[in-house]
């Protein structure tokens, strides 16, 4: 069974950076697309970035030119590299895998962005 754990989250400035971390164990990690999603309180969960078996990436409006997805099929592990963070970028942030007939999410990791 797929399981996903992520890392890296904590609290930072405004206009500071972090890099999230996902750890990922099962066989077929590489075929599949991952991303990070992330939910304030309040709100729904939101796609912020995602990244295909091949690499290709797509990225939320509100973060694209900020953030960076990449990943390592080799060992098993995707990354959501933030920049120039924004207090409306607080969240608890979750790395998923959607395989055709289901979908595997982390326990998630906070960012806060706070003066």
């Known amino acids: 069974q797929v399981q996903l754990v992520e890392s890296g989250g904590g609290l930072v400035q405004p206009g500071g950076s972090l890099r999230l971390s996902c750890a990922a164990s099962?066989?077929?990690?590489?075929?599949?697309?991952m991303g990070w999603y992330r939910q304030a309180p309040g709100k729904q969960r939101e796609l912020v970035a995602g990244?295909?078996?091949?690499?290709?990436?797509t990225y939320a409006d509100s973060v694209k030119g900020r953030f960076t997805i990449s990943r390592d099929n080799g060992k098993n592990t995707v990354h959501l590299q933030m920049n120039s963070l924004k207090p409306e970028d607080t969240a608890v942030y979750y790395c998923?895998?959607?395989?055709?007939?289901?979908?595997?999410w982390g326990q998630g990791t906070q960012v806060t962005v706070s003066s």
């Open positions: 998923n895998i959607n395989l055709a007939t289901s979908t595997y």
């Open positions: 099962g066989s077929i990690f590489r075929f599949y697309p």
């Open positions: 990244i295909s078996s091949g690499r290709t990436t």
